[in-house]
């Protein structure tokens, strides 16, 4: 592209002025918002300011308004809470105030406004924009600002950025902040597990969460609770004796604590408060459990964001920037939504009314509709954990057995998978088989059946207990056969990384030779380099994203202080780019070099003279991800080499190989979570397909069909035949041929200030939406 080219849609925003603030309570990831609003605002030619002190700083002005350049924003994206802090401010829910607040804006040119809060929030900003016209003609006539000045900023627009640790706004996938208040409540929960388990102790955990239970609901799938309180969906009358016994049935099962979390909202059906405190006595009364509480509070909006949170609002920061870009005086108000893996743009106030919906429903005892306005997310989550919690051993034994076993490299999250996989089973009244290290103990007979409680615990647990490898089923194809045979396994869940793909595939393709292997087959996709074709996450790599994203903050951190210096960081992943792109994002990286996007010499040379650049000003250090098989001959001593040489005299170099720490760790909330829901529906949808193919007292499996990988695709949970995707594989560097988060390495350039097209950049659409749509599209 020729250089007035790109300079002409880099200057796309000239003549605008874009202010930023952060309004209400703080979220983790407000940080990342505001660096990604700035530098998007700057990338694109337009000025920018930084409003202190949220709403209060709108309306006094003065300092708190300041204009931001590039470096404003350096550094702040692993900090938690927001640098350019939020505040109550009465003054601006008054007509007088929303005046002052106009007077400093038209001051500063400013007629674009990016607000980060929540709903309380966002409705005044639409307050404001909808009074604009009129608070512009009362500073006229009190000769405050021209006529003239006026007629420049007639127009005020507004987009919105939702942050909120409680997810608890209709319209958005997550709100900001929410997985980082996950994190801390799942790290929480885990130290209380270790001195729950010495002392027999019960332990009742209150978390956030005044209007919605979300937090408690996420947390307490993540935690295997036994009991667990929302606001939405209160206990039916009777619940104390119910919940006694199922925490009696727990310990005489041998578990040696109990968990109990409710949100801080928590009521009965008439709408009686339920405090920790309560359940407490009531625990002690009933079974004389030593039981403790543990109030949770602000600790959960504390802390360093999370990788999701930070690529969520850099992702959202740009986008809001690109809404205000292409605002006509006919563009309502938006907020910038998650939707699956994509940002969309929804009306701001229908978004609130839906919200005010769940309230509503929830004030006028609807309860079941109130799950179903928070979203199919919610309702999902809230069913499986029923089923998982409150279900109890089929009392008839179906004529069904599944086997269950893990192949390929350890990854966080196979455990949670294995747990909920085993427990539904049960439930549906099927024999379950555990399998020791994948297809290969399967094929030497590492083959035992296993109960209710044999998987208790295994929710936090990193890696793989039952173990596994990377054999595939070619290599001792007899053996498996004999076993299939011999065990009478009819269903096979095997979890794990590209190597369980293609195992189940091979198992398949065998099919016209082996009887035996006409039976169902299902892979749940884990792995941290997520790379099986049918998912957009695979299990297990959110945790490798963050364990990398840690690493680097650490690494970035020693260089404080000390002279320039760029990192050269490794990260694993094979040919599959995805940890390196996104833990760069996470960590605000200056490159991050993939296979799937290729470079040259050029390119680096590019890319060290940009980094010299960058060095010669106040910034003290660069940050240069790698990932591992990105380039045959260009390595990371190589890329060590080149940029020690170039940037002689400006920064040195040191290199860091992050290796297997990427595998290794306690789950996040997120692959917790979602292992628990793969391992439930997978099991559902063998048991159905078992049903379907069942005749004459045996099962035959034979069409495409009955062997499927279980994915998240965009916002739904797809089950795609090993034989299609089989079409769309590139077996050779173990990938999908299709990679939805290449669009997301456009961010990573953009953020890091590479002279990149505007129109490379795709847009979110604006969508309208109805209370319908909301809640029943919202999540997964």
């Known amino acids: 592209m020729a250089a007035a080219e790109l300079e002409r849609l880099r200057m796309a925003g000239a003549g605008m002025a874009i202010a930023v603030l952060t309004s209400g309570g703080d979220a983790q990831g407000m940080n990342a918002a505001v660096r990604a609003v700035t530098r998007m605002g700057i990338y694109v030619g337009a000025k920018v300011f930084l409003i202190y002190e949220g709403y209060e700083g709108l309306v006094e002005g003065g300092d708190n308004i300041k204009q931001a350049n590039w470096l404003s924003v350096s550094n702040i994206i692993q900090l938690g809470g927001t640098v350019i802090g939020s505040a109550r401010c009465k003054a601006f829910t008054t007509r007088a105030g929303r005046l002052r607040a106009a007077r400093n804006l038209v001051e500063h040119g400013i007629t674009n406004l990016c607000v980060i809060g929540g709903d309380g929030s966002l409705t005044g900003a639409d307050i404001f924009r909808s009074e604009w016209a009129g608070l512009l003609d009362e500073l006229v006539r009190e000769g405050q600002i021209s006529e003239e000045v006026a007629r420049k900023n007639c127009r005020l627009n507004i987009v919105g950025l939702v942050g909120s640790i409680d997810n608890d706004f209709c319209g958005t996938d997550m709100t900001i902040g929410t997985d980082s208040a996950l994190h801390r409540i799942m790290e929480v929960v885990d130290a209380i597990t270790t001195t729950a388990q010495s002392h027999q102790r019960t332990f009742v955990l209150e978390v956030m969460g005044r209007h919605c239970g979300y937090l408690a609901l996420v947390s307490g799938l993540a935690s295997g609770a036994d009991w667990l309180f929302i606001p939405e969906s209160p206990p039916e009358d009777g619940w104390e004796d119910l919940m006694c016994e199922r925490l009696g049935e727990t310990r005489s099962r041998g578990s040696r604590l109990n968990i109990i979390i409710i949100a801080e909202g928590a009521i009965d059906r008439s709408g009686k408060p339920i405090t920790s405190n309560y359940v407490k006595d009531l625990v002690v009364q009933r079974l004389g459990f030593d039981t403790r509480v543990t109030v949770l509070g602000h600790v959960q909006r504390g802390g360093t964001p999370s990788a999701f949170d930070r690529v969520l609002s850099s992702k959202m920061g740009m986008e809001a920037v690109m809404a205000l870009l292409e605002a006509t005086p006919d563009t309502p108000a938006c907020v910038v939504s998650l939707s699956g893996n994509q940002s969309v743009r929804l009306p701001l106030m229908e978004c609130v009314q839906v919200t005010k919906d769940v309230q509503k429903a929830m004030d006028e005892k609807r309860f079941e509709e109130a799950i179903q306005l928070r979203g199919r997310s919610f309702e999902n989550n809230w069913n499986i954990y029923k089923l998982l919690a409150h279900q109890k051993p089929a009392q008839e034994k179906s004529p069904f057995s599944m086997a269950i076993l893990n192949v390929g490299a350890p990854a966080a999250g196979m455990n949670a998978a294995v747990r909920s996989a085993v427990r539904i089973g049960i439930c549906q009244g099927h024999t379950i088989y555990v399998v020791s290290d994948g297809f290969e103990g399967l094929a030497k007979g590492q083959v035992r059946e296993v109960g209710w409680h044999d998987v208790a615990g295994w929710l936090g647990r990193g890696g793989s207990m039952l173990g596994t490898k990377r054999t595939l089923p070619k290599t001792c194809m007899e053996k498996i056969v004999e076993n299939v045979r011999k065990f009478n396994i009819q269903g096979l869940l095997v979890i794990g990384g590209f190597e369980a793909y293609e195992g189940v595939l091979q198992l398949v393709e065998a099919r016209g030779q082996y009887e035996e292997l006409c039976i169902v087959m299902c892979v749940i996709p884990a792995t941290i380099s997520n790379n099986v074709p049918g998912t957009d996450f695979s299990l297990g790599s959110d945790t490798a994203v963050n364990a990398a994203m840690e690493s680097c903050d650490r690494i970035k951190q020693s260089a404080s202080g000390t002279k320039r210096r760029v990192f050269i960081v490794e990260t ?209």
């Open 572 to 780: 694993m992943g094979g040919y599959c780019g995805y940890l390196s792109t996104v833990t760069g994002i996470a960590v605000g990286a200056d490159a991050a070099y993939v296979y799937e996007d290729p470079f040259t010499i050029h390119d680096l040379k590019a890319n060290v003279e940009h980094l010299t650049d960058k060095m010669k000003t106040d910034i003290q250090r660069g940050l240069v991800l790698r990932n591992e098989k990105c380039h045959e001959h260009y390595t990371t001593e190589f890329l060590y080499n080149l940029y020690s040489s170039e940037g002689k005299g400006i920064f040195d170099c040191r290199i860091n190989v992050l290796g297997h720490l990427q595998q290794g760790g306690a789950p996040t909330p997120f692959d917790r979570n979602y292992g628990t829901k793969l391992g439930v529906k997978a099991v559902l949808w063998m048991s159905e397909k078992l049903q379907q193919v069942y005749s004459k007292g045996r099962v035959f499996a034979n069409s495409g069909d009955t062997a499927c990988v279980i994915g998240l695709r965009k916002k739904v949970v797809a089950f795609s035949p090993v034989t299609e995707l089989k079409k769309v594989t590139d077996f050779e560097h173990r990938l999908p041929q299709e990679q939805w988060w290449l669009n997301l390495r456009l961010m990573l350039k953009m953020l890091a200030n590479y002279q990149i097209s505007l129109t490379e950049y795709i847009s979110g659409q604006m969508e309208h939406v109805t209370r319908r749509t909301l809640s029943i599209e919202k999540g997964f």
